[in-house]
């Protein structure tokens, strides 16, 4: 199995738990709105998971662009431009006393980010597919596969 | 606003404990004896019989007055058998209120059309005129030219008109210092609302009167709210329709019927049912733990440049005036002390004993360490002598260090603090350490300090900040105070009376009864919701706000958006459930009723200028916080801008053309000077030299002042004290309160070189003395003869006689000083028309009316206004 194909293995199952991680985050936040939990609890539970996200898609970002999948990188850059663009200005994390101000447009941007990790992950799935079966039928062209 | 410790129940009379209501848990508690409290605003004559709410009536006296007793077979524990009754009778009565002697709510005289009942003349008379009905009556339009009238700004809140019968019974209205509501007339759409483009907005102030002490909570089953007066009986007086939600809910038996004294009681004699402001004793419910003694740590910066500049000194000073102040009643408050420089000193207080120092050097900021496990927090009544020996020997407890390690002495405060209390910080220097250092010449905000409030919040500690100096760190620092119900003062140098002034401030803000460990809930009507809430407080929930302390000055300001279509009237109800001083549990709730309607014409007439304009400035001072001062300011204007603009589209005859004046519904006539006076308020002065922090006292101060002391600062009032009038400045026979003389316009043109002026602005008072003064009128105020630029506290020559002028303007700074709930002490700046500049430029910024550098003077601006409105685009 060559690396693009394992890298788009793994990249699917990273792209699983980042959906999960993006759809936890619009859970919290609605139960924010619903009064089950408090705002400090949110924001200590939250920016736990914050940084490792970012971490991770951009891990992911950076196997790509060194594979040459030129595709995969236009799709995800926008959203490593926009993380970047976060951690420079200091505002990746929740601020428990300032949460409420900006609730909708967390809850916009993880919306967001649940429909994007989601096409991802079948995108990276049909990827995945494509290349395993580009790979085999190479190999049985150039005959390594008997 | 004098918080006094209720009166002793009177012997005999009122020895029953109230109970619990029926429904809620047996076994609670014996709570607190009810005691009676007199209403303060008696506005109907039903008020003295209201205030006797809290005794039993007497089936005798109730006879002639009441609705009657009920029909047979409802009350089946009734002692005595009920009258028999014709049913329609008691439907008649238990809708309507009873034919007492209590009148109903009478019609205000306030200037505005009452809504629904002449909105069809207003149409039929638009109609009479040339068909266009798309205009108000002259007489309620006003052309904005010349000078305004200050006086307006000193008439009685324009009383909200109801449509007759929204009370149950003749029930006094909610005061307006408690809930006062931007529009008397608020549309029924957001339609509507977004084309008049006015502010919609509430300013709670929880404690800011009286109330009457209710006996059981009654609350609506789906919505939550409390028994108000603007309730319906319905079902023959067995059930009530709750006016927020609609829902019928059950006369609970409580309500007729005393169980204690077996004897039945007269509903309408609840003064949760007679008065719109009420406090509830909250029965064990409403508790998560026994209630909270009041504890306040002081931490003082003792560092060198603390003790230089008197800091240290003057907090000391005034931490022990504000422990003799503090009313102690139960003797459950207790005190603690830290002394910060580049090291923590703690003090180890022991009664009888003589109290140590623990000197810690190395201090964490993330675990705090006590050295001693107890005698940190000591009992104020035990060993009040060794806590005052300790406050005073203070300033010199430090060894002259040069740091302020702010950060860690919090954090030690809040372990010492385990059930919650008060920390009062008293800062000098900058705060140095390692999370919590704060570079002063920084703009971006240490996020260290928002974190810790968010803590605290949760702790139910409350941080009061007070800044000496300059180039502190403020605006990092004193987001403790902003997120956990705080107060923020802050003074640039403590020099001659400054130190005086700075003591008796700090005293009266520890020592002033403070509710603690409380929540505030604004309930409104269907289709109301708030969507943003301005003030020191934390915001536990989208409408829970948490409050560890509420200082009884401290005011909320809630904006509201209407999501559906709203009934003829909307109810606002907000219930503020908080400890008291004394350690009782109590919930202090208060409803306003306001009539809604369609016309654009009606909402324009019965506006509340001076809610609006305090609106627009809290919004402007969050602002700031938010974004740059630049663009809390050009909103500020542009807001203004947009209500004008929107009311000669609506309501004028010039709806597109342009106009040759100004034209203004007139109850807005006010908001012109009072958006210029917010604009050259300290918080949102243009200023070129801007170092940051420098205006954090200011924007807490818009954030967190009732409308009244708001006003207070924004237009001084300006009095002429060389030609007073014979009753200015003594009492008023009639109501014994000092009568203020007549407001003079706030214009260099008003200053005569013969005259003396009095220039009061709340916080600060300015004494401008023309060149040509009288010298004995100088004599007679100061006691001397000479007029030098400077600070000065008035001397007090009241006592000795050739003193008149004194004495009445002494009497004038009490009232003002009264008016703004002591929250300030005044010194007076002495400004001789000839005077040194720097005093002359602070005069220059107090003449509101004025052209300033940064801002146009009145009729500048009335006349950009009518420009950009005729042009279209602002």
């Known amino acids: 199995m060559s690396f693009t194909a394992l890298a788009y293995i793994l990249a699917l199952i990273m792209a699983g738990i980042l959906l999960f991680g993006a759809v936890y985050f619009v859970i919290m936040l609605t139960d924010l709105e619903c009064d089950y939990i408090n705002p400090i609890d949110l924001a200590n539970t939250l920016n736990t998971y914050v940084m490792p996200e970012m971490a991770a898609h951009l891990v992911m970002f950076v196997v790509f662009l060194l594979m040459g999948e030129w595709f995969t990188v236009v799709i995800n850059l926008p959203l490593v431009a926009w993380n970047i663009n976060k951690v420079v200005n200091n505002r990746q994390f929740y601020d428990a006393t300032e949460v409420f101000r900006t609730l909708s447009k967390h809850k916009q941007e993880n919306f967001f980010k649940v429909a994007f990790y989601l096409l991802c992950f079948f995108y990276y799935l049909y990827s995945m597919i494509m290349t395993l079966v580009n790979e085999s039928t190479d190999d049985i062209r150039s005959g390594s596969a008997y | ?874």
Not at chain 2, 177 to 186: E, S
Not at chain 2, 793 to 810: H, I, M, T, W, Y
Not at chain 2, 821 to 829: D, E, G, N, R, S
């Open chain 2, 1 to 874: 606003m004098s918080n006094r410790p209720p009166p002793p129940p009177p012997p005999g009379s009122q020895g029953r404990t109230s109970t619990p209501p029926v429904g809620f848990g047996p076994g609670s508690s014996p709570l607190a004896q009810v005691q009676a409290r007199p209403l303060s605003r008696a506005s109907t004559p039903g008020a003295s019989a209201g205030a006797a709410s809290a005794r039993v009536t007497s089936p005798l006296a109730r006879s002639a007055v009441s609705p009657g007793p009920y029909p047979a077979g409802i009350h089946q524990a009734a002692q005595h058998s009920p009258r028999p009754m014709a049913s329609q009778q008691m439907a008649a009565a238990y809708s309507a209120p009873p034919p007492a002697a209590v009148p109903s709510a009478q019609p205000g005289q306030g200037g505005y059309i009452v809504p629904g009942a002449t909105d069809g003349i207003t149409q039929q008379m638009g109609n009479m005129s040339l068909g266009q009905e798309t205009y108000m009556q002259p007489e309620q339009t006003e052309v904005l030219s010349g000078r305004p009238d200050l006086t307006d700004l000193d008439t009685a809140v324009p009383e909200v008109r109801l449509p007759p019968g929204t009370a149950c019974v003749g029930a006094s209205a909610c005061d307006e210092r408690v809930q006062r509501v931007t529009l008397g007339a608020i549309p029924r759409t957001d339609r509507l609302l977004r084309k008049t483009r006015l502010p919609l907005g509430l300013m709670i102030t929880p404690m800011a009167s009286e109330a009457p002490e209710a006996r059981d909570i009654v609350r609506c089953r789906r919505c939550r709210s409390y028994l108000n007066p603007y309730v319906t009986f319905v079902d023959g007086g067995r059930r009530w329709l709750c006016n927020l939600c609609g829902l019928r809910n059950d006369v609970l038996l409580s309500m007729d019927y005393d169980k204690e004294a077996n004897m039945q009681i007269d509903r309408w004699q609840r003064a949760d049912l007679r008065s719109a402001v009420v406090e509830y004793v909250a029965p064990v419910e409403y508790m998560v733990r026994p209630p909270m003694a009041p504890s306040v740590v002081f931490v003082v910066d003792v560092s060198h440049a603390a003790v230089q500049s008197g800091a240290a000194a003057a907090a000391s000073r005034a931490a022990r005036d504000a422990l003799q102040q503090m009313g102690d009643a139960d003797g459950r408050a207790q005190v603690g002390v830290i002394a910060v420089d580049s090291s923590l000193h703690f003090f180890c207080i022991r009664a009888g004993a003589e109290s140590q120092q623990l000197v810690v050097g190395d201090c964490d900021e993330t675990e705090a360490w006590l050295p001693a496990p107890n005698d940190l927090l000591v009992n104020l009544r035990e060993c009040y002598a060794e806590v005052d020996t300790v406050l005073e020997n203070l300033p010199t407890s430090g060894r002259g260090g040069v740091g302020c390690v702010l950060g860690a002495a919090i954090r030690a405060a809040q372990k010492m603090l385990t059930t919650g209390g008060r920390i009062v910080t008293v800062v000098a220097s900058p705060p140095t350490g390692t999370a919590a250092r704060v570079d002063p010449a920084a703009t971006e905000l240490n996020s260290w300090y928002k974190t810790m409030a968010a803590d605290f919040a949760r702790a139910q500690i409350a941080v009061d900040t007070v800044f000496v100096g300059s180039h502190l760190g403020e605006a990092s620092v004193a987001c403790l105070a902003r997120y956990t119900g705080g107060s923020v003062l802050q003074y640039s140098e403590l020099v001659g009376p400054e130190t005086g002034r700075a003591v008796a401030e700090i005293a009266h803000m520890v020592s002033v009864p403070v509710s603690m460990e409380s929540v505030l809930r604004v309930r409104a009507s269907r289709g109301l919701r708030v969507s943003s809430y301005y003030g020191s407080f934390f915001l536990r929930s989208m409408d829970l706000l948490a409050l560890p302390a509420a200082p009884p000055a401290h005011s909320f300001a809630a904006e509201i958006a209407i999501d559906e279509p709203l009934p003829p009237v909307v109810f606002f109800q907000s219930a503020l459930l908080h400890t008291t001083a004394q350690g009782e549990r109590r919930i202090r709730v208060a409803t306003l009723a306001v009539p809604t309607t369609d016309s654009p014409h009606t909402v324009f007439s019965a506006i509340d200028s001076r809610a609006v304009a305090t609106l627009l400035a809290k919004k402007a001072a969050d602002r700031v916080l938010t974004a740059r001062v630049a663009d809390a300011r050009e909103a500020l204007m542009h807001k203004t801008l947009e209500i004008f603009g929107a009311f000669k589209t609506e309501c004028t005859k010039a709806a597109s053309g342009a106009a040759t004046q100004l034209q203004s519904p007139r109850s807005l006539r006010m908001l012109p000077l009072l958006t210029l006076a917010t604009l050259r308020h300290p918080a949102l002065r243009a200023s070129s030299t801007e170092r940051p922090g420098e205006r954090t006292a200011d924007i807490a101060h818009v954030l967190s002042l009732p409308p009244e002391l708001l006003l207070a600062t924004l237009v001084p009032r300006m009095f002429s004290l060389h030609d007073l009038p014979p009753e200015a400045g003594l009492p008023d026979p009639a109501t014994g309160q000092v009568v203020l003389p007549p407001r003079r316009g706030l214009s260099a043109e008003e200053l005569s070189p013969r005259g003396m002026f009095l220039i009061h602005g709340g916080s600060d008072v300015i004494l401008w003395v023309g060149r040509d003064a009288d010298r004995a009128l100088v004599h007679s105020l100061l006691g001397t003869t000479e007029v030098r630029s400077g600070i000065i506290a008035l001397p007090d020559l009241s006592q000795e006689s050739g003193f008149e002028l004194n004495k009445r303007v002494n009497n004038i700074m009490r009232q003002i000083s009264a008016m703004c709930y002591q929250v300030w002490a005044p010194l007076i700046m002495v400004c001789p028309e000839d005077g040194a500049p720097h005093v002359r430029v602070k005069l220059a910024q107090r003449l509101v009316e004025d052209m300033d550098p940064g801002a146009p003077s009145y009729t500048q601006l009335l006349a950009q206004m009518r420009d950009k409105i005729n042009r279209g685009n602002f």
